[in-house]
């Protein structure tokens, strides 16, 4: 198990699914007005899917889903984000509230979906391709995905969220209002995060 | 999604993937040829109007908690369905594409035409909603896949999604000048937040004139 | 009773979505699979180019290389379509066996390694290593061009091992992979061997000279590219020269030592390089050697040092 911090940085930031691979853009423009709500939704969209990438993986490697897997994938996150809402529901009672609207919709995310999907079509270990480790041990694949990829997720959601707030506040040329400026932040930061590559 | 209960969408102003954001990933997918786009547009376009109907239809007998699922298996059962037209209809499409064609099973767009993400309406207004929808998303995919193509090969070359034959190419600028910037991630961002900051700008102008 | 409508709304839903999606499966999986070898069409028809139609088979493949195969519905033969990871990104190429296990064609789909290094596994010289080979037969990789040409190599391996499989074929290990091999010198521009203006520092220096017969050879130093650089522990290359100074012909050159950058200034090693140099006549004082491309700091020092031999001949 060497080298697994640059492996999990790496995941994190080089092959990270919302800033390099672009999926969950969509999400990441909409949710959470305010700090404490964007920890929560970015915690559970991780918890969400580090379970249903593990249920999937399991499903795609039991079964051959062919046409259905869609469907599977599908139900399986629906079956995730219950999950964690529950227990979100359970730990913070009040946050809760606020945010029970929002939950749901984590299982729309394009990058939840997008891991179950290549998962299962090129197996675990497709995050680490240009990372270190191509004589990886059985664990460490699975590890990284599970792990690596949600707190991903979670760190782009806190981005996103305090560029938001930052955008919100500054002078945007009315045209660029919205989401379009967010798409240009968005496009910095794809540059930004490719340079990384190799370095790790 | 509170904000998407009451909004006109339309065509400049509210356009639903340069302002809402909705089918944002997809967008970004295929907008890297007008090929890739035109195809894709009228497969999302059908894909839309059948998710209105049935979602119009589902809504009437779902409560209300139950319709993100119920949407959601709906949406991933188009997105399927999609996937085998595409492979079977437009296949170089469908390669270019790749994985993204399945991800539309939580394509925003389509949920939202489904009803998933807005409170129940009548079955009229969410059709209406939803072939509207579907009409801008298709006409900002054209635009940004022109620009983006124009700006990564010089010029376009439209060939027919199912056949493959060259409809018409043109070429508008030199090998020099092009930019491939365009042709990944960064750049497609790129263009479509220029082309979204174009759409809105051309909506606010239209409302200054005194329309709504 | 409001949840359990839900639930079962979601059920039916479900079920009847799979229904419908494994009913269209049924029907759109013909024109799937035709289409799917539209993709491939070209290539294969230019490894096979009397027969137009291809028919894709199932295959089982543990190495993860082959990823479709396609059988000639007209004349018989198989063509794999193969990839893996090179130096900076996939290689795919496509693969034909005739009937009688002979490799018929290699035909490159992607590749961009980089030029010449890892894309020598798209020229020529490569091509006509893996064409003609039988399905029992070892393909040598590139030397300086690891990497790219491994990932092909191994991947041709993955292509023949399937192939003997399913014809019933035994590979005793016989023909097993010969050496890795030097690509093809490429030379550069030409520079004539007498020349006034060789400054001091890159002149030849004569370390030894033997006579033999009516032979002469001279062990010369020359300055090549660490030296000039003035790099750390920079050492001269060294080259044997042997000349007929009866006939003013050089007999033979040996490059002894190159001391510059390993992979660049080392090309100079390469036989070929030398070999122009075989009964090369001096006679004509406009006579012209051919340096290699992108070395051509560690050719002009061997040159030179042909120079500083032929200069004390005189």
């Known amino acids: ?200 | 999604m509170n904000k998407l209960n009451n909004i006109k969408i339309g065509f400049f102003r509210n356009n639903p993937v340069l302002s809402l954001a909705l089918g944002l990933t997809t967008a970004l997918a295929v907008t890297g040829s007008v090929t890739t786009a035109l195809g894709m547009g009228l497969l999302i376009l059908l894909l839309v109007i059948v998710a209105g109907v049935l979602g119009g239809l589902l809504h009437k007998v779902t409560p209300s908690e139950m319709m993100i699922p119920v949407g959601l298996v709906l949406s991933a059962f188009l997105a399927k369905l999609g996937e085998l037209l595409a492979l079977a209809y437009m296949p170089t499409v469908a390669s270019e594409v790749g994985i993204f064609i399945p991800l539309m099973a939580v394509n925003s767009l389509i949920l939202f035409a489904a009803g998933t993400l807005t409170e129940k309406t009548s079955f009229g207004e969410s059709m209406k909603n939803a072939l509207l929808a579907g009409c801008a998303y298709v006409v900002a995919l054209l635009a940004i896949a022109f620009l983006r193509e124009l700006a990564v090969t010089g010029g376009i070359a439209l060939l027919n999604p199912l056949s493959g034959v060259e409809l018409f190419s043109f070429n508008l600028i030199p090998q020099q000048f092009t930019l491939s910037l365009f042709a990944g991630s960064a750049g497609a961002l790129l263009m479509t937040a220029f082309v979204g900051g174009l759409f809105q700008a051309i909506g606010k102008s239209g409302n200054d004139k005194g329309g709504k | 009773m409001k949840n359990m409508k839900g639930f079962v709304v979601l059920l039916a839903t479900v079920l009847v979505a799979g229904g419908v999606l494994l009913f269209a499966d049924a029907q759109l999986r013909p024109l799937i699979e035709a289409a799917g070898s539209g993709e491939y069409q070209e290539i294969l028809e230019k490894i096979f180019p009397d027969s137009k139609n291809f028919e894709e088979e199932e295959f089982t493949d543990e190495t993860g290389l082959i990823q479709k195969l396609f059988e000639d519905e007209d004349n018989g033969g198989f063509v794999y379509i193969l990839e893996n990871q090179g130096f900076a990104d996939k290689i795919t190429f496509a693969l034909g066996f005739d009937l009688e296990g002979n490799i018929v064609g290699y035909e490159i789909i992607n590749l961009h390694d980089t030029p010449g290094y890892g894309s020598t596994v798209g020229e020529e010289a490569f091509v006509s290593s893996v064409v003609g080979k039988t399905s029992v037969d070892g393909i040598a990789t590139i030397s300086g061009a690891t990497v790219s040409s491994k990932a092909v190599v191994d991947a041709i391996d993955a292509a023949r091992a399937n192939y003997n499989a399913m014809m019933g074929i035994e590979d005793n290990g016989e023909g097993a992979a010969p050496e890795p091999v030097a690509p093809p010198l490429e030379f550069g521009a030409k520079l004539p061997i007498f020349r006034e203006d060789v400054s001091e520092s890159r002149q030849g220096v004569i370390i030894d000279t033997v006579e033999e017969g009516g032979n002469v050879t001279y062990t010369v130093e020359a300055a090549g590219y660490a030296v000039i650089e003035q790099y750390d522990g920079a050492k001269p290359n060294v080259v044997k020269i042997t000349l007929d100074p009866a006939n003013q012909v050089i007999v033979k050159v040996e490059v002894l030592e190159v001391n510059d950058t390993k992979g660049i200034g080392d090309k100079v090693l390469h036989e070929d390089f030398a070999k122009q140099f075989e009964n090369l006549s001096y006679a004509d004082p406009s006579v012209e050697a051919d340096t290699v491309s992108m070395a051509t700091v560690s050719s002009t020092s061997v040159i030179n040092a042909i120079l500083a031999a032929l200069n004390a001949n005189k």
Do not use: W
């Open chain 1, 1 to 200: 198990m060497e080298n697994i911090l640059p492996i999990l940085l790496g995941t994190i930031l080089i092959n990270n699914l919302a800033l390099t691979k672009l999926v969950g853009l969509g999400q990441l423009a909409h949710f959470g007005e305010e700090e404490g709500e964007i920890l929560c939704i970015g915690v559970s969209a991780a918890l969400v899917m580090a379970i249903s990438s593990i249920l999937g993986y399991f499903a795609g490697s039991l079964f051959d889903l062919g046409v259905l897997n869609l469907l599977v994938y599908v139900l399986l996150i629906l079956v995730s984000t219950a999950l964690v809402m529950s227990g979100v529901k359970k730990v913070k009672p009040e946050m809760y509230e606020r945010v029970k609207k929002v939950l749901p919709l984590l299982s729309a995310n394009s990058a939840i979906l997008y891991l179950l999907l290549m998962t299962g079509t090129e197996g675990m270990e497709f995050l680490l391709q240009g990372t270190v480790a191509n004589d990886a041990q059985e664990l460490l694949p699975v590890l990284v995905t599970a792990v690596g990829a949600p707190m991903g997720l979670l760190f782009a959601f806190i981005l996103y969220g305090a560029v938001r707030e930052r955008l919100s506040v500054a002078h945007t040329p009315k045209a660029f209002k919205g989401l379009p400026i967010l798409l240009v932040y968005a496009a910095l930061a794809v540059l930004a995060l490719s340079g990384l590559n190799g370095i790790l």
